[in-house]
Structures are given as C-alpha cells and as structure tokens.
C-alpha cells in the first residue's frame, strides 16, 4: 500500500472543505433571498428558489460535515491523530450550519419569512 504524498490532499480534508463551502453557499443563498425580500409579487418566486436552493445546500452541508465527523470519530478511536485542518474546517462547517440554522429555521417564527 502506497502512502499518499503530502502535497495531495487527503480526501477528508476536500470533504471537510466542500462541507464549509455548501454551508457558506447555504448562508449567501438566505441573505440574498432576505435581501431580495418577498413582499413584492415580482420578487416573490426568486424569494423561493433561493430559500429552497438554501435549504438544499444546507442540508448537503450537514450530511457531508456530518459524514466527516463519523471518519474524524473512528480515527480517533483506532488510535490515529487527525489532521487539524481536518477538525478545524468540521468545526467551522457545524457553525456555520448552526448558525444559519438559528437564523434561517425551517419552521415556526420566521420559517419562511425574510
């Protein structure tokens, strides 16, 4: 088995990447829609795409950060270190996901609504 050379990256830290990028296309995705409001019948149908395409990336966003934490997990239970970049792109995914999650919620007060 060859080792994989240092200056390819490692397939978790491209998942652990992709998964920060798709919360942060989330986020852009909800602010644009904010931005664009809803009130006005001409604006109304982008208002809705962008939330649908928002809430399809972050929900990618959970399942591939998601994903990545269960291999960070089993690494550090065979006794392997993870990379750091690794847990720190995780890490930042998860938050970006909470957050936008917390402002953005599916249902209830302001689920929906700009």
């Known amino acids: 088995m060859e080792a994989v050379p240092r200056s390819e990256p490692r397939s ?10 798709l919360a942060g296309c989330a986020a852009l995705s909800f602010a644009v829609g904010d931005a664009i409001g809803f009130a006005d019948p001409s ?7 962008l939330w649908m395409v928002g809430l ?27 990379m750091l970049i690794e847990a720190l792109l995780v ?10 999650t917390l ?6 007060g302001g689920g929906g609504v700009g």
């Open 12 to 21: 978790a830290t491209v998942a652990a990447a992709l998964a920060l990028a």
């Open 43 to 49: 604006t109304e149908a982008a208002f809705t795409l």
């Open 56 to 82: 399809a990336l972050l929900v990618w966003a959970a399942i591939v950060g998601g994903a990545v934490l269960v291999h960070l997990l089993r690494l550090i239970a065979s006794g392997r270190r993870p």
């Open 91 to 100: 890490v930042a995914a998860a938050a970006v996901v909470a957050v936008v």
């Open 103 to 108: 402002a953005h919620p599916l249902a209830g």
